[in-house]
């Protein structure tokens, strides 16, 4: 029996876009039985309210529409996760994935995914930028931000996972398990929940991606992004040792 997904896209000032990635999206999934797609609107300025209030509803794939009031990536995975637990409990035919709205790997992660959704044991997975073999065409400046987070990361709380902040797939009976765990409600969201996975033992399945050209302005500020994510870090080290 094929798994059921879950998508869980932010929508954060994606008005020019948003309506064409979830097309794209809703008729890929539709080879998927019982596909769902969360739309979490966090602190949009433009219209993306509206617009993912008119693209709920559909015949095959379900598009649902949440209004999280916090602007932040954090925020809008946190909640998506929270509806998906409370809609299906925790499923361990359901999974919840997280990525962003403009689908930075298309659906070369969910096709890298397929083994391991139906046949393995593991409960997480990574669409990961440092896998080997993935295809990614950066900056020079973003390789080595992405290069000194995973050193940072290894270094502070131990982390094994090359990187934390691609697309996640999460089985809802591990969602359920760590979403009391997260307080990051920011870009370290998904940095925290992989964290809480390895220290409650699961194996995360990294997998190969290719990285799409942009559809829009990247948010990421590398200063201020940079020392948000060192104070999470420490953050989060300062908790261990509790």
Same mark, same amino acid.
């Given at each position: 029996?094929?798994?059921k997904?879950?998508?869980?896209?932010?929508?954060?000032?994606?008005?020019?876009?948003?309506?064409?990635?979830?097309?794209?999206?809703?008729?890929?999934?539709?080879?998927?039985?019982?596909?769902?797609?969360?739309?979490?609107?966090?602190?949009?300025?433009?219209?993306?309210?509206?617009?993912?209030?008119?693209?709920?509803?559909?015949?095959?794939?379900?598009?649902?529409?949440? +209004?999280?009031?916090?602007?932040?990536?954090?925020?809008?995975?946190?909640?998506g996760?929270?509806?998906?637990? =409370?809609?299906?409990?925790?499923?361990?035919?359901?999974?919840?994935?997280?990525?962003?709205?403009?689908?930075?790997?298309?659906?070369?992660?969910?096709?890298?995914?397929?083994?391991?959704?139906?046949?393995?044991?593991?409960?997480?997975?990574?669409?990961?930028?440092?896998?080997?073999?993935?295809?990614?065409?950066?900056?020079?400046?973003?390789?080595?931000?992405?290069?000194a987070?995973?050193?940072?990361?290894?270094?502070?709380?131990?982390?094994?996972?090359?990187?934390? +902040?691609?697309?996640?797939?999460?089985?809802?009976?591990?969602?359920?398990?760590?979403?009391?765990?997260?307080?990051?409600?920011?870009?370290?969201y998904?940095? =925290?929940?992989?964290?809480?996975?390895?220290?409650?033992?699961?194996?995360?399945? =990294?997998?190969?991606?290719?990285?799409e050209?942009?559809?829009?302005?990247?948010?990421?500020?590398?200063?201020?992004?940079?020392?948000?994510?060192?104070?999470?870090?420490?953050?989060?080290?300062?908790?261990?040792?509790?």
């Amino acid at each position: 029996m094929r798994s059921k997904l879950v998508y869980v896209l932010p929508v954060h000032n994606e008005e020019k876009v948003l309506a064409a990635n979830v097309g794209r999206l809703t008729s890929y999934l539709e080879r998927w039985p019982d596909a769902q797609v969360f739309l979490v609107e966090n602190g949009s300025k433009d219209g993306s309210w509206e617009l993912s209030r008119t693209l709920e509803g559909g015949t095959g794939v379900q598009v649902r529409a949440f +209004q999280e009031p916090n602007a932040g990536i954090g925020y809008a995975y946190h909640r998506g996760l929270a509806e998906a637990v =409370e809609q299906f409990g925790p499923a361990p035919s359901r999974w919840a994935v997280l990525t962003a709205a403009d689908l930075p790997f298309g659906f070369s992660d969910l096709e890298a995914a397929m083994v391991d959704l139906e046949g393995s044991a593991a409960r997480i997975l990574v669409g990961s930028k440092a896998h080997p073999q993935s295809q990614i065409d950066r900056s020079f400046k973003r390789k080595m931000m992405s290069a000194a987070y995973r050193l940072a990361r290894r270094a502070a709380i131990g982390m094994r996972v090359g990187d934390s +902040q691609g697309s996640v797939f999460l089985r809802l009976d591990l969602a359920s398990a760590l979403l009391p765990k997260i307080e990051a409600r920011g870009f370290f969201y998904s940095t =925290e929940l992989c964290h809480f996975a390895e220290r409650a033992g699961e194996t995360i399945v =990294e997998l190969p991606v290719v990285l799409e050209e942009q559809q829009r302005e990247s948010t990421v500020r590398p200063a201020r992004d940079s020392l948000a994510m060192a104070r999470e870090l420490m953050r989060l080290r300062a908790h261990e040792k509790k």
